[in-house]
């Protein structure tokens, strides 16, 4: 009897460990940017080692040029005349079906903090596709945002997921400000931008124009909403981390603790090209930058189904800082990741249309394949960490008992020939 069942065990185990290195071998090559029909649910790395149901990874590393557009120059800032927003998308990429269903423009919207100087208005003409002259890229084109200082406005830019039902996520992108001189001077492009301009309060040591805002964030609402936040006034190492309200208006004071002013780990500036991190969970939002996780936070954490949003902007306010006339800004972003669950439906309260329902809704059940999105051969490409056949439970602890309970049979197996 007892032979009986250790045997029975052996088999069953043998027959696990032989699916498990079939899975580990296997990596996901999803043509696809969303979920794999591979991988039933994702993991990610840190104190939390979160489980999702659902990953998107948009890539903007090698975009082929599209017809007479080798993106090597960037579109017109816009003239006063055209403040109002209503440009055309900058290339057939960022105007295709796909890249539409996904994400939408800010366009033609003012929107200022009072008293603010001059008003900040969006357009889409501020986002495009550059080619690479940087260092430590990892490919040979980006998707750009820009923010350019104009006479009587600031131009900006916003683009924000079609998604609005993000019910905790990890938000990644791989970004950076793009240095003034860095950029491609020999094209004819308005973006050619001399290194030491003292008068934009650019130089080797800062080498950005001040008075923009970049920001990465959860929005739902003023008071629901986390945030990923640099402001090219500060130096290049400095970033902010808050969940919203970050201000008392009772007391008309900050409220102490929602926003945190941090100092990037390990010597990074966001001049350089470094991977933003946000940890959206139930009551805690945690920030990394790079891998190193810099930040918990579980004042004012949103609690409401969100969805996400990237930004450059200013209005010449407090918190932007004032950008001098003729002065720009540009953010290169490489590639965004997300993995997340959502709740309700995919539009989101504000009940805005879509083309497609952009998430199938998943099955809980079919979490018997689960895999990591950290640690992997290839950014963006999740790879089996577990494959349980069947099971429901939390796989990183299946994968974790079974190997340890397959180690002991063998153990015993061995002592007992
Ligand atoms: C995501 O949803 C699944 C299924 O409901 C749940 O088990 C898991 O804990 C959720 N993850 C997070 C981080 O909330
Ligand atoms: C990006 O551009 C820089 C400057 O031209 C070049 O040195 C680098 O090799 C490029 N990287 C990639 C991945 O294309
Ligand atoms: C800059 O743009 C020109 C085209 O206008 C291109 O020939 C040149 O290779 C680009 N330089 C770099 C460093 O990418
Ligand atoms: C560079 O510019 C920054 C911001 O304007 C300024 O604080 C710093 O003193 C300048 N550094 C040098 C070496 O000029
Ligand atoms: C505080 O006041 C500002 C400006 O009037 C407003 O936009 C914001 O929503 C208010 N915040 C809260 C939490 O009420
Ligand atoms: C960010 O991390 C990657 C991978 O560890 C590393 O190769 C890169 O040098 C880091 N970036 C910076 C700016 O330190
Ligand atoms: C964040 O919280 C985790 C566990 O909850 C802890 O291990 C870590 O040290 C904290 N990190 C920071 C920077 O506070
Ligand atoms: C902002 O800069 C402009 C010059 O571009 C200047 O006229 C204005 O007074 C400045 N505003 C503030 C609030 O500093
Ligand atoms: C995963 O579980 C579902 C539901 O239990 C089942 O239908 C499916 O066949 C399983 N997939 C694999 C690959 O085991």
């Known amino acids: 009897m007892y032979t009986m069942e250790v045997l029975l065990h052996l088999i069953v185990c043998l027959a696990i460990s032989i699916s498990k290195v079939h899975a580990d071998d296997q990596l996901v090559q999803s043509p696809s940017k969303d979920n794999s029909d591979t991988c039933g649910c994702y993991l990610i790395n840190g104190p939390d080692a979160g489980y999702f149901q659902y990953h998107r990874f948009w890539d903007f590393?090698?975009?082929?040029?599209?017809?007479?557009?080798?993106f090597t120059t960037a579109p017109p800032t816009l003239g006063e005349l055209q403040a109002h927003g209503g440009q055309s998308a900058t290339?057939?990429?960022?105007?295709?079906?796909?890249?539409?269903?996904?994400?939408?423009?800010?366009?033609?919207?003012?929107s200022s903090s009072p008293n603010s100087p001059f008003p900040n208005i969006y357009s889409k003409q501020n986002v495009y596709i550059s080619r690479n002259t940087t260092d430590g890229a990892g490919g040979s084109t980006f998707l750009t945002l820009r923010a350019a200082r104009l006479d009587s406005f600031m131009?900006?830019?916003?683009?924000?997921?079609?998604?609005?039902?993000?019910?905790?996520?990890?938000?990644?992108?791989?970004?950076?400000?793009i240095p003034n001189g860095l950029r491609n001077s020999s094209a004819p492009s308005a973006s050619a931008r001399l290194l030491d301009n003292l008068e934009y309060g650019s130089n080797s040591s800062h080498p950005v124009d001040q008075g923009a805002v970049v920001g990465l964030f959860t929005y739902e609402s003023d008071t629901q909403e986390s945030d990923i936040e640099l402001l090219t006034q500060d130096t290049t190492d400095q970033i902010w981390y808050s969940n919203q309200p970050d201000y008392d208006n009772a007391s008309d004071r900050p409220m102490p603790g929602a926003s945190t002013h941090v100092t990037l780990p390990n010597g990074l500036v966001w001049t350089e090209w470094i991977e933003h991190r946000l940890?959206?969970?139930?009551g805690v939002v945690r920030w990394w930058a790079n891998d190193t996780l810099v930040l918990n936070?579980?004042?004012?954490?949103?609690?409401?189904?969100?969805?996400?949003?990237l930004n450059v902007w200013g209005d010449g306010g407090y918190w932007s800082g004032n950008m001098s006339v003729g002065g720009e800004v540009t953010v290169g972003i490489e590639w965004i990741q997300v993995v997340f669950n959502v709740s309700g439906s995919a539009a989101g309260p504000s009940g805005r249309s879509l083309d497609h329902t952009m998430i199938m809704p998943r099955d809980d059940m079919a979490c018997n394949i689960s895999c990591s999105v950290d640690g992997v051969k290839q950014v963006g490409?999740?790879?089996?960490?577990?494959?349980s056949g069947g099971g429901r439970s939390r796989p990183s602890?299946?994968?974790?008992?079974?190997?340890?309970?397959?180690?002991?049979?063998?153990?015993l197996v061995l002592t007992v020939f």
């Open 155 to 177: 131009s900006s830019s916003q683009i924000t997921s079609q998604q609005q039902n993000l019910l905790h996520a990890s938000i990644r992108a791989r970004l950076r400000v």
């Open 297 to 309: 936070k579980s004042i004012n954490a949103p609690s409401q189904p969100s969805g996400l949003m």
């Open 279 to 282: 940890d959206w969970f139930d």
């Open 397 to 411: 602890l299946w994968a974790g008992d079974l190997s340890k309970y397959a180690l002991g049979l063998f153990i």
């Open 61 to 70: 590393r090698d975009i082929p040029n599209d017809g007479s557009n080798d």
């Open 381 to 387: 490409y999740p790879e089996v960490t577990f494959h």
């Open 91 to 110: 290339s057939a990429y960022l105007d295709s079906s796909s890249w539409n269903s996904d994400w939408s423009y800010l366009d033609g919207v003012s």
